[in-house]
């Protein structure tokens, strides 16, 4: 492994001892503030929590344009179902598996905490040259871009920003699409459980999941909408009531796991089973290679309460989740193999006769965001479901002119004798929310190799940590005067 990997790598290691869930990174801003402070590197918050580190030029590059190095201090805190990792105090334990860096049982934090440890590797770098530099770590962008859009418009003065937010390397992303959230109650109606009721817990789970812009075209599965479609076929059979629906965990991840408990008469019981067996072995059949680790399992579970959902809210419910949108909605016209719109039924969760749905929207085109917007609207209303728009963003435009990309291309070709690829991706970045609050700044992201973020599968690849750190040197050493 070469030094400066190994440099940037043990940056990375002491951020992931830090615990930095989405609307918690208070620990890893004061460790930030104290690095910064004891290198006499002065910084800059805002009441938003996002916070600026000024790095002052190399000698000879005083007069040099200021760059912006961004990156997120959040990570997404996800883990597989038998893990017993604590997101509020542990650590995140990683291990090489070949080229591959990833962690036991939980999500890496590459995402995006290897933008740190690249900001902190070249501020902290003797021998790296630069401009006069401003590391720009924002809060709370996994649960909706939440902290940049809260950005104060003075925290930065640098016009050339460099994200580090993007996943493959030898991409220059240059574009993003825009995104809403979508909340949805339906209240259900209840009533008490017949005498004798018994009960079922249904688990789907050992689904890929993956990010919901970046994985959304691929071949994966949505939890939720495999658990409803075998509720949908026990209540073909039976009047089964619902009791509780748990699924999915955030807006940007495609759900990996449901659970739900279902009821019915003790006549029927004996008929629930089987028929969930029965839907899973389909379920499983269609699948195929897709989904590999996918299990659905069927078990007796005893009763906590006498109440439930009625027959009747149950069949609502479940209708609800049928009829939603999920997955690809439309390819772009314009650039080959770009996912234009989509969206993602994100989380179901039912409590005290209340069911509430997230699904979140993305597309390039504001139109075409709006119109899955109503659709997902118009189905709420006719299921009696109130629906409530939130974490709106815009898409990012991409320029494919701007000086900052030709520069780029141009250190990229020289260093590997190949032109990176230039894409607008589906995934909604930071950089579309800082274009609109500065005007006429010049950006790209760039970052190195990590598959399957948002989930425990997330891993970077070592290897491409190395190309990235030769690219930034060498872009931050061609502003010299």
Not at 69 to 95: A, N, R, W, Y
Not at 243 to 254: C, K
Request: contains cysteine; hydrophobic residues 40%.
């Amino acid at each position: 492994m070469e030094e400066n990997t190994r440099i940037v790598l043990d940056y990375f290691e002491r951020i992931n001892a830090i615990p930095r869930c989405s609307k918690a990174e208070g620990r890893i801003r004061g460790w930030l503030q104290c690095w910064a402070g004891q290198r006499g590197f002065s910084t800059k918050g805002d009441a938003a929590g996002n916070l600026v580190m000024r790095v002052p030029a190399s000698p000879g590059y005083e007069m040099a344009p200021c760059v912006v190095l961004q990156g997120h201090m959040d990570m997404v805190c996800e883990k597989t179902p038998d893990s017993t990792h604590d997101f509020t105090s542990d650590p995140i334990c990683s291990h090489m598996e070949g080229d591959w860096l990833t962690a036991d049982g939980t999500t890496l934090g590459a995402d995006n905490g290897i933008a740190i440890a690249y900001a902190l590797a070249l501020a902290d770098g003797e021998a790296v040259t630069h401009p006069p530099l401003e590391l720009l770590f924002t809060v709370d962008e996994e649960t909706g871009l939440n902290g940049v859009k809260a950005m104060a418009n003075d925290l930065i003065t640098g016009k050339i920003l460099i994200n580090l937010d993007s996943e493959d390397e030898g991409v220059f992303t240059i574009g993003c699409a825009g995104g809403r959230d979508i909340t949805m109650v339906l209240p259900l109606q209840t009533g008490p459980l017949s005498e004798g009721s018994q009960a079922v817990r249904v688990v789907v789970g050992g689904l890929r999941g993956g990010h919901s812009g970046i994985d959304i075209h691929k071949p994966r599965a949505n939890a939720n909408k495999l658990l409803a479609r075998v509720i949908d076929h026990v209540q073909q059979g039976t009047r089964c009531r619902l009791m509780a629906f748990d699924g999915g965990t955030r807006h940007n991840a495609i759900p990996r796991d449901a659970t739900a408990i279902l009821t019915c008469e003790a006549s029927v019981y004996p008929s629930v089973g089987p028929a969930c067996e029965e839907m899973a072995g389909r379920i499983t059949q269609e699948c195929g290679d897709k989904e590999p680790d996918l299990y659905i399992k069927v078990a007796p579970e005893s009763l906590q309460t006498d109440r439930g959902a009625t027959a009747e809210g149950t069949r609502r419910a479940v209708d609800l989740l049928l009829a939603l949108p999920n997955g690809v909605a439309g390819m772009s016209t314009a650039i080959a193999g770009l996912v234009e719109t989509s969206n993602n039924l994100a989380t179901v969760h039912l409590q005290n006769g209340r069911m509430t749905i997230l699904s979140s929207q993305r597309s390039a085109v504001p139109s075409r965001l709006d119109e899955i917007s109503g659709r997902v609207r118009a189905v709420a209303r006719l299921a009696g479901a109130e629906a409530k728009e939130s974490n709106q963003y815009p898409p990012w435009q991409p320029d494919p002119g701007c000086d900052l990309l030709k520069r780029s291309e141009a250190v990229y070709r020289g260093l590997y004798g190949q032109a990176p690829v230039i894409q607008v991706i589906h995934a909604g970045l930071e950089c579309a929310i800082i274009g609109d609050l500065y005007p006429g700044i010049q950006m790209i992201s760039f970052g190195p190799t990590i598959r399957n973020p948002h989930s425990p599968s997330e891993k970077l690849y070592v290897p491409s940590v190395a190309k990235v750190w030769q690219l930034l040197v060498a872009l931050l050493a061609s502003w010299v005067e």
